[in-house]
């Protein structure tokens, strides 16, 4: 399709989305934190990456701490949107100051400034058009940046979802994981007709069996045979521009890509109206994990949701079981969280679990000396004895050995003192029941998973 029949095209996907562009414009500049710091990195742009045959423009953000090998960030823009802008409001930036990675951020560069997820060149690899000047992006980054080209990631709302869900099949040899805000699934805005838009799509009507929206993934790149990148998805239940059921068929597509069961291993809700779902593992770098948000429109993400997306990617330095994160503890046998009684700061409270909230008493950091701190790192989980039955509380932090946490492949939570596992009293599944040492047995009352 040449670039002057899709600006056409692109016309009339804003006739039909600038209504619903409008609120996520206005929920970025009200929600997102601007990327300006005090640093001397700033946006710049670059030309000359490639053939780009999609006649994008190109702009990247190299914070001034990245180390030799940074990861990269691709960062995609939404219909109306434009590069500057998706660096000025949104949180990408701010992240990559404090993690140390490089964002790609691509422009669209045409009337409307949506991108080309419709095409039959956009849905191949190597195919050109939109998808193809991205890859050369990503490409020159690896190049001429000493970036590290196993650690390349995409995310992108709206239009930019759908580029990302279309980056994920074109490159699988490129990218390693995706998270897509409001997005529809690879292939579902196809056209043949020269048009960019889909009304079938994005209101939801096209539905297809896993298997079936797995084979449009693989037709992309038939040759590759290698592993295929992770996804994270979000979308609120009130979209009216890219309806909520294609939120349903990008988890069909991903997990049949990826080979996991329909069926979540862990379900949770990390803040009040999400219902978050992960498939294949129920760690945080699951293969699948997909976060619906009770009554949200056409206007993610919002504040704090550009963090989550990248500790999925593990560039917060959580990927497995060691480096530093922050967030929730889950009990994998109940569903509840690893929580301080009536936001207790007192040293000595033991810890129990209960309903997830979000609350500063469940919110915990493991450390790089293993510790796991709670209430901005004022206070330590402890161990108070190196015997089966001892309590788990906070403390004061003290950089002892009973202080310290192995977190395991297994899911085990284990004291580095005596080599116990973190236990849930009795196996119970109810509010209040406490946290204790026990030995070691396999249960799920001893599986954890934080994040």
């Known amino acids: 399709m040449s670039r002057k029949s899709k600006k056409r095209s692109v016309r009339d996907v804003l006739v039909a989305l600038l209504m619903a562009i409008s609120p996520l414009i206005a929920a970025l500049v009200l929600t997102g934190t601007s990327a300006t710091t ?49 660096y000025t409001n949104t949180e990408f930036a701010r992240l990559a100051d404090q993690y140390g990675f490089i964002v790609v951020y691509p422009d669209a560069n045409v009337s409307g ?116 990148p992770r996804m994270q998805l979000w979308h609120g239940t009130e979209d009216d521009a890219l309806y909520y059921p294609n939120f349903g068929e990008e988890i069909k597509q991903w997990t049949n890509v990826l080979g996991m069961s329909q069926t979540p291993v862990f379900t949770d809700s990390p803040q009040s109206g999400w219902t978050r779902t992960r498939y294949g593992s129920a760690t945080a770098q699951a293969p699948v994990e ?55 700061q007192t040293n000595g409270t033991q810890t129990q679990i209960w309903d997830c909230h979000g609350g500063t008493n469940q919110t915990w950091t493991s ?15 402890d161990a108070t004895g190196t015997t089966a039955g001892a309590k788990v509380a906070i403390w004061d932090c003290n950089g002892g050995t009973s202080q310290q946490w192995n977190r395991n492949s297994n899911g085990t939570i284990t004291s580095v003192q005596s080599g116990l596992c973190l236990d849930v009293t009795g196996a119970s599944t109810a509010n209040g029941a406490l946290v204790q040492l026990w030995d070691c047995n396999g249960g799920t009352s001893q599986q954890w998973h934080l994040g």
């Open 290 to 344: 997909a976060i619906s948000i009770q009554g949200a429109g056409h206007v993610l993400p919002s504040s704090g949701m550009a963090g989550r997306a990248i500790a999925f990617f593990g560039l917060d330095g959580s990927g497995g079981t060691g480096g530093t994160t922050t967030g929730p503890v889950h009990a994998i046998g109940s569903g509840k969280c690893l929580d301080v009684p009536g936001l207790s």
């Open 38 to 86: 005090a640093s001397a990195a700033s946006l710049t742009e670059v030309t000359n990456f490639g053939s780009n045959p999609g006649n994008l423009r190109m702009y990247v953000y190299k914070p001034d701490n990245t180390p030799a090998r940074p990861a990269v960030l691709v960062a995609v823009h939404y219909c109306t949107g434009t590069a500057p802008t998706f």
């Open 113 to 228: 400034q949506c991108f080309d997820v419709s095409s039959p060149q956009a849905l191949k690899h190597d195919g050109g058009s939109d998808p193809t000047s991205i890859a050369q992006m990503v490409r020159y980054t690896v190049q001429n940046m000493n970036a590290d080209a196993g650690r390349v990631y995409v995310t992108g709302a709206s239009s930019g979802a759908m580029t990302t869900n279309v980056l994920l099949g074109d490159y699988p040899d490129l990218f390693k994981a995706g998270a897509a805000f409001m997005g529809v699934p690879f292939g579902c805005f196809a056209t043949t007709d020269g048009s960019g838009w889909n009304s079938d799509c994005a209101t939801g009507k096209i539905t297809k069996t896993p298997q079936e929206w797995g084979d449009l993934v693989r037709a992309a790149y038939p040759e590759y045979t290698g592993p295929r």
């Open 367 to 381: 450390t790089s000396t293993k510790q796991l701190t709670v209430y901005g790192s004022a206070k330590c989980l």
